[in-house]
């Protein structure tokens, strides 16, 4: 089946450090990709998506790059900010319009 | 627009008892999934409804676990009896209709935190 791998956290990263957060799938065909973040106390929500192979989804300065050779969707930030303290969610979307997450990944940075 | 509106934000029981969840989605968003995610793990589904037909209930502890959505808006999910390891946040969460249809965006509700003694 379906199904999505992160790395284990916590990551901790003092600020305007380089971040990335692997991920991994397993699928069956192509399909869309995905990172939801998770603010503490609050929803999860959308932070960037990618539908085809190539495609790199970007925002807020983060970016993420769907690898069909390697099956990967890492996240990756070129300078953190404590702002991005949060969980981070890969998913993929499977039949029927399904989300799959992954375990997710606590991303703390210090001042 | 409104977000996805859950309640109650937190529920504490014991086991055994009974506990429902309510889910007011965005307007017009037509399809709608409850989520589990247990501590350390992400979400995983539970329910999909398109308008108030089940879609996908594969998921479902059917035998403790229900939940319905009467008129294709508001939805309710109850569990009863309760089991220790049903201590999870219950997440809803909804998309509609249109240009974002398809995309995959789910519109997640801040979930309700369940505890089980």
């Known amino acids: 089946g379906n199904s999505v791998t992160q790395m284990e956290g916590p990551v901790t990263l003092s600020e305007e450090a380089f971040l990335t957060i692997n991920c991994t799938y397993t699928a069956t065909g192509y399909p869309s990709l995905f990172w939801y973040v998770q603010y503490p106390g609050e929803g999860l929500q959308l932070l960037l998506k990618?539908?085809?192979?190539?495609d790199k989804g970007s925002n807020k300065g983060f970016e993420a790059t769907y690898r069909k050779e390697t099956t990967s969707f890492h996240l990756e930030k070129g300078s953190v900010q404590v702002s991005d303290s949060a969980v981070y969610f890969c998913?993929?979307?499977?039949?029927?319009?399904?989300?799959?997450f992954g375990a997710g990944t606590i991303l703390r940075v210090k001042s | 627009e409104a977000g996805v509106a859950q309640s109650p934000r937190y529920k504490i029981i014991e086991k055994r008892q009974s506990v429902a969840f309510w889910c007011n989605p965005i307007?017009?968003?037509?399809?709608l999934y409850w989520y589990q995610q247990i501590l350390g793990q992400g979400p995983k589904l539970l329910i999909q409804f398109q308008n108030n037909g089940v879609v996908d209930d594969s998921q479902l502890p059917k035998d403790r676990f229900s939940a319905e959505r009467l008129k294709g808006v508001d939805s309710t999910l109850k569990i009863q009896p309760a089991k220790l390891e049903d201590s999870a946040v219950y997440l809803c969460a909804t998309h509609g209709q249109g240009h974002r249809y398809g995309t995959g965006e789910l519109f997640f509700g801040e979930g309700s935190r369940l505890t089980v003694l």
């Open positions: 307007s017009g968003h037509a399809t």
């Open positions: 990618a539908t085809k192979a190539d």
């Open positions: 998913a993929l979307r499977s039949y029927g319009n399904k989300l799959v």
